[in-house]
């Protein structure tokens, strides 16, 4: 193997008297070597460097001992980090933490340490390894590198599984205070959190509506961490977790939150989880849908390049707004609204037709 180019991994940028030609391989090898950096921050995260970097400066030696890990490649991890912008190294050789890189930090406000993990690790990582097969056959080849698809693999590993909850609770957190001002709960006595993990969503209306009544529907093993934080939140007892399959049959309610569902799974078994929820809604319920919306389709790379995660990962996509419509409309939803939150997500509002 020839020696990296370890700044067009990081941050490919032109030098002096480079060309075009030359600007455009920079960009390209950066784009190579992306993964790279996408398993420096996961072993970061792993052996949790913000967290003992928190009180101040240290060696990488005095890491790792905290760590107990190898001294000469945490050190040559911790250098690495600092050149994608992780950790700053001072001339005495002691690394602290960067904003960015304390957000790799357990339990900090915004923190983003259980999303590195799960995207790095195998649930993830493998099937991404098989997109061009996946292009090919067109669907996910998830299966042949992880002996299930995505959910029935996380269901058989529990470590995994809680991480990838913690994630999505993460990544959640980031639009729940948006979705809580959008959202006019006048009138919701139960609103349904469908596959809402934690429930961090329903649990931030909540906090906001002193009356409403909360439910998660999900997986088992989400319920006793759903319930543990509505109990931090002293929510509890307005706060239910349901073990079931949406799928099969969703709790009856004036208001369902979908958010990041519908992008996992195929258009019919959207349909079936829309068509459940117009099933159990109560007379004047509402749906609110929270996905990357493909508004863009030139200009919206995040959501393709979630699109294609989807691809490698699952049997589902993401989707441009008029195929979201002819998913509501064969469940017997109609959109009636559309916001937009942050993060590049889109909120459509829907309300049941006849």
């Given at each position: 193997?020839?020696?990296?180019?370890?700044?067009?991994?990081?941050?490919?940028?032109?030098?002096?008297?480079?060309?075009?030609?030359?600007?455009?391989?920079l960009k390209?090898?950066?784009?190579?070597?992306?993964?790279?950096?996408?398993?420096v921050?996961?072993?970061?995260?792993?052996?949790?460097?913000?967290?003992?970097?928190?009180?101040?400066?240290?060696?990488?030696?005095?890491?790792?001992?905290?760590?107990?890990?190898?001294?000469?490649?945490?050190?040559?991890?911790?250098?690495?980090?600092?050149?994608?912008?992780?950790?700053?190294?001072?001339?005495?050789?002691?690394?602290?933490?960067?904003?960015?890189?304390?957000?790799?930090?357990?339990?900090?406000?915004?923190?983003?340490?259980?999303?590195?993990?799960?995207?790095?690790?195998?649930?993830?990582w493998?099937p991404?390894?098989?997109?061009?097969?996946?292009?090919?056959?067109?669907?996910?080849?998830?299966?042949?590198?992880?002996?299930?698809?995505?959910?029935?693999?996380l269901a058989?590993?529990?470590?995994?599984?809680a991480?990838?909850?913690?994630?999505?609770?993460?990544?959640t957190?980031?639009?729940?205070?948006?979705?809580?001002?959008?959202?006019?709960?006048?009138?919701?006595?139960i609103?349904?959190?469908?596959?809402?993990?934690t429930?961090?969503?329903?649990?931030?209306?909540?906090?906001?509506?002193?009356?409403?009544?909360?439910?998660?529907?999900?997986?088992?093993?989400?319920?006793?961490?759903?319930?543990?934080?509505?109990?931090?939140?002293?929510?509890?007892?307005?706060?239910?977790?349901?073990?079931?399959?949406?799928?099969?049959?969703?709790?009856?309610?004036?208001?369902?939150?979908?958010?990041?569902?519908?992008?996992?799974?195929?258009?019919?078994?959207?349909?079936?989880?829309?068509?459940?929820?117009?099933?159990?809604?109560?007379?004047?319920?509402?749906?609110?849908?929270?996905?990357?919306?493909?508004?863009?389709?030139?200009?919206?790379?995040?959501?393709?390049?979630?699109?294609?995660?989807?691809?490698?990962?699952?049997?589902?996509?993401?989707?441009?707004?008029?195929?979201?419509?002819?998913?509501?409309?064969?469940?017997?939803?109609?959109?009636?609204?559309?916001?937009?939150?942050?993060?590049?997500?889109?909120?459509?509002?829907?309300?049941?037709?006849?």
């Amino acid at each position: 193997m020839g020696q990296p180019d370890t700044q067009a991994a990081s941050q490919p940028v032109a030098t002096a008297g480079a060309g075009p030609g030359d600007r455009d391989r920079l960009k390209l090898l950066g784009m190579i070597h992306g993964y790279w950096i996408s398993q420096v921050v996961r072993a970061a995260a792993d052996l949790r460097l913000a967290d003992h970097l928190a009180a101040g400066p240290l060696t990488a030696a005095e890491l790792a001992a905290r760590e107990s890990s190898n001294p000469d490649t945490t050190y040559r991890l911790m250098r690495a980090c600092a050149g994608i912008g992780l950790l700053a190294l001072d001339e005495d050789g002691h690394f602290s933490v960067t904003p960015s890189g304390s957000l790799l930090r357990t339990g900090a406000p915004g923190s983003l340490r259980d999303t590195a993990l799960v995207f790095g690790a195998p649930a993830h990582w493998l099937p991404w390894g098989r997109l061009p097969e996946a292009v090919r056959a067109g669907q996910t080849q998830a299966a042949a590198v992880l002996g299930a698809g995505l959910f029935d693999y996380l269901a058989s590993q529990p470590e995994e599984a809680a991480q990838f909850s913690a994630s999505m609770a993460e990544i959640t957190a980031t639009n729940a205070t948006d979705v809580a001002q959008v959202i006019d709960t006048a009138g919701v006595s139960i609103a349904v959190d469908v596959g809402g993990a934690t429930g961090e969503v329903v649990r931030e209306l909540m906090r906001a509506d002193g009356k409403l009544r909360g439910v998660v529907i999900d997986l088992p093993h989400t319920a006793a961490a759903a319930n543990q934080a509505a109990a931090e939140d002293g929510l509890a007892d307005r706060f239910a977790a349901v073990s079931g399959d949406f799928f099969a049959a969703v709790p009856g309610a004036d208001l369902y939150l979908l958010k990041a569902i519908l992008h996992d799974w195929d258009d019919a078994s959207c349909i079936r989880i829309l068509r459940n929820c117009r099933t159990a809604a109560r007379p004047g319920a509402r749906l609110m849908v929270i996905e990357n919306v493909i508004l863009d389709p030139a200009r919206d790379r995040f959501a393709a390049l979630l699109d294609m995660n989807m691809l490698a990962v699952s049997t589902g996509q993401e989707r441009e707004m008029a195929a979201y419509d002819e998913l509501l409309t064969a469940a017997g939803w109609k959109r009636t609204a559309v916001h937009s939150l942050s993060g590049g997500r889109t909120l459509i509002n829907a309300l049941t037709i006849g």
